[in-house]
């Protein structure tokens, strides 16, 4: 099956500067990959999502690049706030079929210091 | 559009007894639902796959008969935790997808936080 790793677990961060945030998979046949933003108690939200098809995209201060040749990719969110602070997970599935089972990274604590 | 509930959203019972957790997708049809647990400071695992009028497919390592899971409808899930110990504490959280929406994008629920004493 797939397996999805993250890197770094934790990551600190002056308010402003740009955070990175790395996933690599293992499945070359996952074609969907989520990023998730988790606050503690509360269940995942969509921040941003990537298909196999796209190299980069972009959404404000959220971006997200896909190197299918490498198996991986990235999440990179510029002039951070404090508000950015959670658990951010990345995930990959295959978005054909009836399965579509999503595997998530073991997540990133994303600290955004005033 | 796309919501997702779960209720109870805390439980705490005592060793021994079931818990019952319904998930219900609001505004659409959900042909798939997802379970996963999630322990403190871990990431989400997922526990099965729930197809509407079919049997749960179980992921390895949960057992089937301790956690029983019924997609009786297009918009109800449950997951009933029987016999349950301390060890299943843990926050419990669905997830839904549907053709009409892409059935790439899962809807989380808000999860039920289990606290077995």
């Known amino acids: 099956g797939e397996n999805v790793e993250q890197h770094p677990s934790t990551l600190s961060v002056q308010e402003g500067d740009s955070a990175v945030i790395k996933c690599t998979y293992s499945?070359?046949?996952?074609?969907?990959f989520p990023w998730y933003k988790q606050e503690l108690g509360k269940r995942p939200q969509l921040i941003i999502d990537?298909?196999?098809?796209?190299g980069e995209k972009k959404d404000q201060r959220i971006a997200v690049t896909l190197n299918k040749t490498a198996k991986h990719f990235s999440l990179h969110i510029t002039e951070t706030q404090p508000e950015d602070s959670a658990v951010y997970f990345c995930?990959?599935?295959?978005?054909?079929?009836?399965?579509?089972?999503?595997?998530f990274g073991s997540g990133t604590q994303l600290t955004v210091l005033p | 559009g796309a919501v997702v509930s779960q209720h109870p959203s805390w439980v705490i019972c005592k060793s021994g007894t079931s818990v019952k957790i319904e998930c219900r997708s609001l505004?659409?049809?959900?042909?798939?639902m997802f379970w996963y647990r999630q322990f403190p400071k871990q990431s989400l695992m997922l526990m099965a796959t729930?197809?509407?009028?079919?049997?749960?497919?179980?992921e390895q390592g949960v057992e089937k008969d301790k956690f029983l899971i019924n997609h009786a409808s297009l918009t109800l899930s449950t997951l009933t935790v029987t016999s349950a110990h301390p060890e299943d504490s843990s926050f419990y959280i669905c997830?839904?997808?549907?053709?009409?929406?892409?059935?790439?994008?899962?809807?989380f629920g808000p999860g039920t936080r289990l606290t077995v004493l």
């Open positions: 997830s839904a997808i549907s053709p009409g929406l892409g059935l790439e994008e899962q809807f």
């Open positions: 499945d070359s046949a996952s074609n969907y």
């Open positions: 990537i298909r196999s098809n796209v």
């Open positions: 995930a990959a599935t295959i978005s054909s079929g009836s399965a579509r089972q999503l595997t």
């Open positions: 505004d659409f049809q959900a042909t798939t």
């Open positions: 729930s197809n509407e009028g079919s049997k749960a497919t179980y």
